[in-house]
């Protein structure tokens, strides 16, 4: 009679005849082992993965807001500079601007060492990672470009403005 594995004939459960472990299948338990701890390393292997992709997109993220951020405070001060100003002009090669402040003060701006300097009292920098600064003036148009550089990122804004009170004189 075919019966329920386990069963007796008398409809008793023996629990011994279900969980039987013969001397051939004692090696399964090995190869279990052996899978699991294998599906574990590939999950922990992909998670390190992901959180690497993560990581380097934060990263990368957060170097272009700075760049970011570094231009416009550069842009922020020559407009407001070129707007307010009397007059402005260049140096020969086009890489200092030198403005006639409403007041009659000159105020100089470059850059020198990754930082942009807006110096009239004091060197304090006005913004970081300034890897080349270029003017052009063209009567009261003041046309300029800004080249930032920050570990793996590069970025470059071209931007002009016009002097309020030159525009006035033409």
């Given amino acids: 009679m075919g019966g329920i594995p386990g069963r007796s004939n008398t409809g008793t459960l023996n629990v011994r005849k279900i969980f ?4 051939d299948e004692r090696g399964v338990m090995l190869v279990d082992l052996l899978l699991g701890l294998a599906l574990a390393l590939l ?11 993560i990581l ?11 760049l970011q951020y570094s231009s416009r405070m550069a842009l922020d001060c ?4 070129i707007r307010t100003s009397k007059d402005f002009q260049l140096n020969a090669d086009g890489s200092q601007l030198i403005i006639t402040g409403a007041g009659g003060e000159n105020i100089r701006i470059y850059a020198n060492g990754g930082n942009l300097y807006r110096r009239d009292v004091s060197t304090i920098p006005v913004a970081e990672n300034i890897s080349a600064v270029s003017f052009t003036k063209s009567g009261s148009r003041l046309q300029g470009k800004l080249k930032l550089h920050s570990q793996g990122d590069d970025y470059e804004v071209d931007f002009f403005c016009f002097s309020r009170v030159l525009q006035a004189h033409e």
């Fill in 20 to 23: 039987r472990t013969g001397a």
């Fill in 78 to 81: 020559i407009q407001q500079d």
């Fill in 56 to 66: 380097n997109g934060y990263s990368r993220n957060s170097e272009q807001a700075e």
């Fill in 43 to 53: 999950v922990i292997i992909t998670l390190q993965q992901i959180s690497t992709l």
